[in-house]
T-cell receptor
Framework: DGGITQSPKYLFRKEGQNVTLSCEQN?????MYWYRQDPGQGLRLIYY???????QKGDIAEGYSVSREKKESFPLTVTSAQKNPTAFYLC????????????FGQGTRLTVV | RKEVEQDPGPFNVPEGATVAFNCTYS??????FFWYRQDCRKEPKLLMS???SGNEDGRFTAQLNRASQYISLLIRDSKLSDSATYLC?????????????FGQGTILTVHP
């Protein structure tokens, strides 16, 4: 089945450690996105990529890094520089076309203790 | 000013009620518009796209007003299962691949 997969679903890390969240899609979508959602809040864009080996900062990129070495994969690293990393992280992918929808993975809940 | 703004609510309505949400956007070059639904602790899922001429899908009607830069969602005959957070989404920058920007979401609770 085609879809977008995030792993792990829950992740616990100690403060000061870097952690990488996985996002893989087999939908052959060119564009991929990372969002952060805090309780009771909307989605805020961290990074997005429209093509392999290229990506752009979103609204809250500080403390995060990404890579896009393959079309299918867009991992997000939460670095120790991110001051408040505990959140729900959502990955999405989209094909071209003005009316095409973005598909989301099931999300990763990151808790930093 | 935020790029995309929604009234966060919450909206509490009885079953059978009609409820409307609005969403304003700041970038006049925005090209694509959507409404997504998000259930508690789940990922957002597409409810419907919003077309220039307006569009309807069963009990749901979406409208776009480019002159005033807002989109709306109307839900008729509300069901208990409509309880969720409704997110408006705007693709800015004039390209269909571009930056997807979400509103903060409007919480809807439908009660018996």
């Amino acid at each position: 089945d085609g879809g977008i997969t995030q792993s792990p679903k829950y992740l616990f890390r100690k403060e000061g450690q870097n952690v990488t969240l996985s996002c893989e899609q087999n939908l052959n979508h060119d564009a991929m996105y990372w969002y952060r959602q805090d309780p009771g809040q909307g989605l805020r864009l961290i990074y997005y990529s429209q093509i392999v080996n290229d990506f752009q900062k979103g609204d809250i990129a500080e403390g995060y890094s990404v890579s896009r070495e393959k079309k299918e994969s867009f991992p997000l690293t939460v670095t120790s520089a991110q001051k408040n990393p505990t959140a729900f992280y959502l990955c999405a992918s989209k094909t071209g076309g003005a009316g095409s929808e973005a598909f989301f993975g099931q999300g990763t809940r990151l808790t930093v203790v | 000013r935020k790029e995309v703004e929604q009234d966060p609510g919450p909206f509490n309505v009885p079953e059978g009620a009609t409820v409307a949400f609005n969403c304003t956007y700041s970038n006049s070059a925005s090209q694509s518009f959507f409404w997504y639904r998000q259930d508690c602790r789940k990922e957002p899922k597409l409810l419907m796209s919003v077309y220039s001429s307006g569009n309807e899908d069963g009990r749901f009607t979406a409208q776009l007003n480019r002159a005033s830069q807002y989109i709306s969602l109307l839900i008729r005959d509300s069901k208990l299962s409509d309880s969720a957070t409704y997110l408006c989404v705007v693709i800015a920058g004039g390209t269909s691949y571009g930056k997807l920007t979400f509103g903060q979401g409007t919480i809807l609770t439908v009660h018996p």
